[in-house]
């Protein structure tokens, strides 16, 4: 058994001995797919990775950007509802104007 021991486990995980790299190569958009599903499936691939200063992303002309490089973050304020939830409506209202300012700094 190569890791028999969750202890011994424990011990190699807290020293970084090893570590996993995950290779995702993206092809452009088809031509036949839209760009909304083009744009939701590449959403949903990369939804689950949460440590951004472990991801780099490499194009083709040699560039590297790493995930801390790319990361915007902005606070907001968001109401609760009687219920003591938080106000779906606002939040979405909120993200929506968010993405206008992103792509408004593209242009």
């Given at each position: 058994?190569?890791?028999?021991?969750?202890?011994?486990?424990?011990?190699?995980?807290?020293e970084?001995?090893?570590?996993?790299?995950?290779?995702?190569?993206i092809?452009?958009?088809?031509?036949?797919?839209?760009?909304?599903?083009?744009?939701?499936?590449?959403?949903?691939?990369?939804?689950?990775?949460?440590?951004?200063?472990?991801?780099?992303?490499?194009?083709?002309?040699?560039?590297?950007?790493?995930g801390?490089?790319?990361?915007?973050?902005?606070?907001?304020?968001?109401?609760?509802?009687?219920?003591?939830?938080?106000?779906?409506?606002?939040?979405?209202?909120?993200?929506?104007?968010?993405?206008?300012?992103?792509?408004?700094?593209?242009?």
């Open positions: 058994m190569l890791f028999g021991d969750t202890e011994e486990l424990d011990n190699i995980r807290g970084e001995l090893v570590s996993a790299k995950l290779l995702l190569k092809r452009k958009r088809p031509s036949d797919m839209a760009e909304d599903d083009y744009n939701r499936a590449m959403s949903a691939m990369t939804r689950q990775i949460t440590n951004d200063s472990g991801i780099a992303i490499k194009t083709r002309q040699g560039g590297t950007y790493t801390e490089a790319v990361k915007d973050v902005k606070e907001v304020e968001v109401e609760l509802t009687e219920n003591g939830r938080l106000n779906e409506q606002q939040l979405k209202q909120l993200m929506e104007q968010y993405l206008q300012e992103l792509e408004n700094r593209q242009s």
